[in-house]
């Protein structure tokens, strides 16, 4: 494959600051957006080129067939040596995250409980309680891993009185940027299997995983026939605004995804369909490319973290572009009212006080559950001279007498 250069490095704060998107149109002019998980990046010539010809040749109806997951499919057995992936147990959906909510309907009714790992994604939260399931938090363990005796009492308590259940899982995790490794996996897999207990697995980061880890798709592991799992090119290639996902059945979901209502798959777009497809068959130079400008810039982070923040504490995610901050020690404590899941703009707390002093914009730790007071998440998904320019405005912040934390 030809090289393609570093897809960070290709647009100027100028060329981005032109965007109309939500990353680039919440804040003022002179924020440095930091916080959702859009990338500085302009997309891949694939993709283009797919979109291009559709529009060209009039191709905008609606969209129909098994492309997208045959490429995943494909994808998959390049990138994960996983075979496993059968086109005829998949269905289009709009996006991770209503398929996520789609799942969940096929295995539980009202008032049934879905259990997730904290600190995690907030719209985990909303889009759960909103189609009338209970949340049931298992903490991560102090070193961002699944804990599973805390997912054990958790799968115990949500299955309670011999109603259905369901456990959300984010692999890999967002915000820790934990890469659930495959002996965990199977024992998740053993757990919700032996309690009764159907897993779905959100797993939009996964062709994100940095070197040094290896991404596992649950379906793969043993006592896994019984999940669904969600994926997308959407986070790999920056396509959120191109809506489309794939789900995924293992051998003993099947039937339950059968159930899935038509209608759901009329939310994808034909267009997102092509891109997406294009970029899993024809995007992976330009995924090289981008992992290692991310490898870079998770490196360049740890950097200017202990010049700029010492104080701060945190552990180099090993996938997604995502850093997960532990800012305790600044001292801007997030008040009882910020705590409120779901909110990504706290207006107080350590995410409060790098936009107002520093200019910043970075997701507020407690939008992510129990575990994220204190905390902010950071997107280095950018160019090296807005990641430095940002974690030095948040410097102005540190205290003179800081000394250097770690987890």
Same mark, same amino acid.
């Given at each position: ?145 699944i804990d599973l005796d805390a997912l054990e009492s958790a799968f115990r308590h949500a299955r309670s009185g011999g109603r259905p259940a369901a456990y959300l899982l984010c692999s890999p995790h967002n915000p820790t940027g934990t890469v659930h490794t495959r002996e965990e996996l199977g024992q998740v897999a053993e757990l919700a299997d ?11 980061? #996964?062709? /994100?995983?940095?070197? $040094? =880890?290896?991404?596992?798709?649950? *379906?793969?592991?043993?006592? &896994?026939?019984?999940? !669904? ?48 497809? #294009?970029? /899993?068959?024809?995007? $992976? =130079?330009?995924?090289?490319?981008? *992992?290692?400008?991310?490898? &870079?810039?998770?490196? !360049? ?86 990641l430095t320019e940002a974690v030095e405005r948040m410097g102005t912040l540190e205290p003179s007498t800081a000394t250097r934390r770690t987890w």
């Open positions: 494959m030809p090289s393609v250069p570093n897809p960070l490095e290709q647009l100027s704060l100028e060329d981005l600051r032109s965007r109309s998107s939500l990353k680039w149109r919440t804040h003022p002019g002179d924020v440095l957006p930091l916080w959702v998980a859009e990338m500085d990046v302009a997309p891949a010539e694939p993709v283009v080129r797919a979109i291009s010809d559709a529009v060209a040749r009039g191709d905008t109806g609606y969209p129909v067939g098994t492309a997208y997951a045959e490429a995943l499919g494909a994808f998959a057995a390049e990138r994960w040596a996983w075979t496993g992936l059968d086109p005829a147990r998949t269905a289009l959906v709009p996006d991770v995250m209503m398929g996520a909510v789609e799942m969940l309907r096929l295995v539980t009714g009202p008032g049934d409980a879905v259990v997730v790992n904290c600190p995690v994604y907030p719209p985990f939260y909303p889009f759960v309680e909103h189609m009338d399931r209970r949340i049931v938090e298992a903490p991560l363990s102090p070193t961002a891993r032996r309690l009764g207990v159907r897993v779905v697995a959100d797993e939009i980061h #996964a062709p /994100l995983v940095l070197p $040094g =880890a290896r991404f596992t798709p649950y *379906l793969s592991v043993p006592a &896994a026939g019984t999940g !669904l799992s969600l994926t997308s090119a959407s986070k790999a290639w920056n396509l959120p605004g191109l809506k489309a996902a794939v789900a995924v059945a293992g051998p003993g979901s099947a039937a339950d995804l059968a159930r899935l209502p038509e209608e759901v798959g009329h939310g994808p777009s034909h267009l997102g369909v092509l891109a997406h497809t #294009a970029a /899993l068959r024809h995007g $992976g =130079a330009w995924l090289d490319a981008l *992992l290692d400008g991310l490898d &870079a810039n998770r490196r !360049l982070l740890g950097e200017l973290l202990a010049e700029q923040l010492p104080s701060v504490a945190w552990r180099p995610p090993e996938g997604t572009f995502l850093a997960w901050l532990d800012c305790t020690a600044l001292g801007h404590d997030d008040p009882a009212e910020a705590t409120a899941r779901g909110n990504v703009s706290a207006t107080a707390g350590p995410a409060a006080a790098f936009l107002q002093q520093a200019r910043v914009a970075l997701s507020a730790g407690p939008a992510f559950g129990t575990g994220g007071s204190g905390h902010i998440r950071l997107n280095f998904a950018t160019s090296t001279a807005i």
